[in-house]
Structures are given as structure tokens and as C-alpha cells.
């Protein structure tokens, strides 16, 4: 079993920058695929971005443009996602999600969330 815990939301100015946090307890990331997500009410969770631990291969949401990275610290078992050039259409609740690498489904495991709201 995984537990994820989101830190580091918050209220930003647009063009400011914001770094999320997703710790892990229960097991490690090592051979696990960690992503975000976002979702605003009423609207489909959005898949933002994600890291193949083992590999640091990234892929990212067609919207991020260069503006957010996702990165890793292995020693801390937490991924990371640094969000730059902020704007008002990046307020949402941001999650952390992670599932084994092999496993090509959806993902398993979430954690509880961290809001994000940029002001205009």
C-alpha cells in the first residue's frame, strides 16, 4: 500500500511560481510511475504531468508549454512539480498520483489533494 501526501499549494499571483510536493510512505518510488493531475469543479481531472521513476523519463499535458517541471528526490521518496508563469486557468486542485511501472491502467493510488489559486 501507498499513502501520498500533497504539499505546497497555495494562493499565487499570476506569473508567479509554485512547487508542489508528493511524499510517499508505505513503499518506495523506485519502481513506480508518479504523476499529476488537477481537477477543477465540475470539470474532468486533468492529467498535467508524470515521471517514470526508475528512468526519470517525463511526459507532461500539452498545456504546461514548458512552464511546469516534474522532477524526483529519491532519498526523500517525493516527486516534485515546479510551476512557473502561473495563471488564473491554473487554479485547480492539484493531485498526486502513482502507479507500479508495469501496470499500463489507470492510476491506483492518490493522495488527498492541494489547492492551487492564482490570482489575476
Known amino acids: 500500500q501507498v499513502q501520498l501526501v500533497e504539499s505546497g499549494g497555495g494562493l499565487v499571483q499570476a506569473g508567479g511560481s509554485l512547487r508542489l510536493s508528493c511524499a510517499a510512505s508505505?513503499?518506495?518510488?523506485?519502481?513506480?510511475?508518479v504523476g499529476w493531475f488537477r481537477q477543477v469543479p465540475g470539470k474532468e481531472r486533468e492529467f498535467v504531468a508524470a515521471?517514470?521513476?526508475?528512468?526519470?523519463?517525463?511526459y507532461y499535458g500539452d498545456f504546461v508549454k514548458g512552464r511546469f517541471a516534474i522532477s524526483r528526490d529519491s532519498a526523500k521518496n517525493t516527486a516534485f512539480l515546479q510551476m512557473n508563469s502561473l495563471k488564473p486557468e491554473d487554479t485547480a486542485v492539484y493531485y498526486c498520483?502513482?502507479?507500479?511501472?508495469?501496470?499500463?491502467?489507470?492510476?491506483?493510488?492518490w493522495g488527498q489533494g492541494t489547492q492551487v489559486t492564482v490570482s489575476s
Open positions: 498520483a502513482a502507479k507500479p511501472e508495469d501496470d499500463h491502467g489507470k492510476f491506483q493510488y
Open positions: 508505505g513503499r518506495t518510488f523506485s519502481t513506480y510511475v
Open positions: 515521471i517514470k521513476w526508475s528512468g526519470g523519463i517525463t
